[in-house]
């Protein structure tokens, strides 16, 4: 059974940083991409931030480029998200993911889901 773990959010004032984790387990990641989503109050689910298996495409929302970076640890089965910059636009509830195959921003076909980590930006 596949599980993802996030960690890593909590209460930063805006221009701080603050650095997500994603731990996968339950099966071998090979050839599958990962990425990290958001959910703010009262709005849809939006991809942030995606890499592929290798980590050598990256895809990233306009509004964070620039500011986020996606990596990740394949030795691990882990991956990250380094937010720098941060505004209180940012907040939400950050959700890591994964999928078999190449990265898409249309999340409905992102096939496992983490239960996600709240990141709170003060202003």
């Known amino acids: 059974q596949v599980q993802l773990v996030e960690s890593g959010g909590g209460l930063v004032q805006a221009g701080g940083s603050l650095r997500l984790s994603c731990a996968a387990s339950?099966?071998?990641?090979?050839?599958?991409?990962m990425g990290w989503f958001r959910q703010a109050p009262g709005k849809e689910r939006e991809s942030v931030a995606t890499?592929?298996?290798?980590?050598?495409?990256?895809y990233y929302i306009d509004s964070v480029k620039g500011r986020f970076t996606i990596s990740r640890d394949n030795a691990k089965n882990t991956v990250y998200l380094q937010m720098n910059s941060l505004k209180p636009e940012d907040t939400a509830v950050y959700y890591c993911?994964?999928?078999?195959?190449?990265?898409?921003?249309?999340?409905?076909?992102?096939?496992?889901w983490g239960k996600g980590t709240l990141v709170t930006v003060s202003s």
């Open positions: 993911a994964t999928r078999a195959g190449s990265v898409t921003p249309q999340i409905r076909y992102w096939d496992y």
């Open positions: 339950g099966r071998t990641f090979s050839n599958y991409a």
């Open positions: 890499i592929t298996w290798r980590g050598s495409t990256t």
